[in-house]
Every structure is written in C-alpha cells, then in structure tokens.
C-alpha cells in the first residue's frame, strides 16, 4: 500500500496523530545539499520495555523509504552482517559513526531510528496504545545530521452510536481485545507516513521518486 493512501485509511479509522504540528518548515540545506541516493536502514534502538518493538519496527522501515525514491539496502542483509563484524547490539551500533557503518555498504546515508513507546495502557473500559519514533538521517560521508523527525501516534477503539449501556459492554470488548492484540503494526505504519510525509517535515523525494522533490 502506497503511504499516502496508507495515510488516509488510517485517518478514516480515527486514528490520532499525537504529534504537534509544525508550521515551521524544516530545514533541507544539509539534506539537499548531501543530495543522497542510497540509505542504510540500521538496527532500531529500543528503549521500552517490549522486547519485540526494535526488530518489529525495523521491519516497517525499508518499504516506506524506498517509496520515497532511495535505494535501500536489504534490512536482513545488514543486520546479519552487522553482526558478523560486531555490531549486533542496536545501542552499539547508535553511537558508531555513520561513516564507518555506511563504509561497510557503500552507503550514501545512515538511517537511525529509537522506539520511545510502544505500550497499551488499559484503564477502567478502554485501551489506549501508543508509538512513539525518533528519526535521524545521517551522512555517510561527513556524519552530520541530514534530517530528523519525532512522531508519537495513539489509538483508542471506542464503540460509536447505539444504546449507552450496549456500547459500554463494546467498548469494554474492544478495549480487552486491543489490550490482548495491540495495533502496534498499524500504528507503526502510519508513524512512517506521517514521519515521511508530513508537509512541513517529511523526508524529501530521493532521486528515484517518479514525484517532484
């Protein structure tokens, strides 16, 4: 599914981006003028609690980009090769420089990515499930910064219409059943698409998007 309209399914959904809008345009002057064709998708810093989250994110990450016009390396291959040379500990291979891990590919770009949240709190009859993503993109040749963004995305399935009592009793269904099964994929997904798409902060088109940069 293409981001935007993965973007747009979402929001009929009743999705919430928790995110603050930013009418500030970001500044692209590094980004462009490092003008990067190639991006090196790295192992996903994790700093909750849920083992899953790091691996589970990582794998949402290559489709989104390459749609956005960069090549990018095969998630598996790095990772396996990462750990061939000794980088198999995702805070490891946070503070290496981006020189030296897009030296191992050939890369024209790092990017690094750090789940900050990714839990469902459940209260009285409702289930509220939050993502939260840092993004840093950064040079392979210089190791400056290119372009960073912050995302947090919650969802609260809640019943609509109908009798009071009887969407009580749904909600408190719906609510055990994100508790037991929370949107954690789909809340990832739209974490990208908000991160890379957003107006004034998205990541730009890469020199292989069939779209205007």
């Known amino acids: 599914m293409k981001l935007l309209q993965l973007l747009m399914s979402f929001a ?7 995110c603050a809008q930013n009418v500030t345009k970001y500044d692209y002057t590094a980004l462009r003028e ?10 996903v810093v994790n700093k909750t609690t849920q083992v899953e989250a790091a691996d589970t994110f990582l794998a949402t990450l290559a489709s989104p980009i390459a749609e956005k016009g960069y090549y990018v390396f095969p998630i598996n291959m790095v990772k396996h090769s990462m750990e061939d040379d000794g ?34 709190s459940y209260a009285l009859i ?3 499930t939050t993502v939260s993503i840092r993004y840093v993109l950064k ?8 372009w960073d963004n912050n995302v947090t995305i919650t969802y609260s399935p809640q019943a609509s219409g ?9 909600d408190a269904i719906i609510a055990a059943i994100e508790r037991a ?8 997904n739209q974490a990208n698409a908000v991160a890379f798409l957003d107006q004034n902060k998205g990541l730009l088109n890469g020199p292989y998007s069939t779209k205007e940069h």
């Open 87 to 120: 980088l198999g500990d995702a805070d490891m291979v946070a503070n290496a420089p981006a020189q030296r891990l897009a030296g191992l590919f050939g890369a024209d770009a790092v990017l690094y990515a750090e789940v900050n949240h990714w839990e469902a």
């Open 181 to 188: 099964h929370p949107s954690y994929i789909p809340l990832a």
């Open 139 to 146: 040079s392979g040749k210089s190791g400056a910064t290119l």
């Open 12 to 18: 009929t959904l009743g999705m919430l981006a928790g």
């Open 162 to 170: 109908g009798n009071p009592i009887a969407a009580l009793i749904a």
């Open 126 to 128: 409702s289930t509220t």
């Open 34 to 43: 490092a003008n990067p064709r190639s991006i090196l998708i790295v192992p």
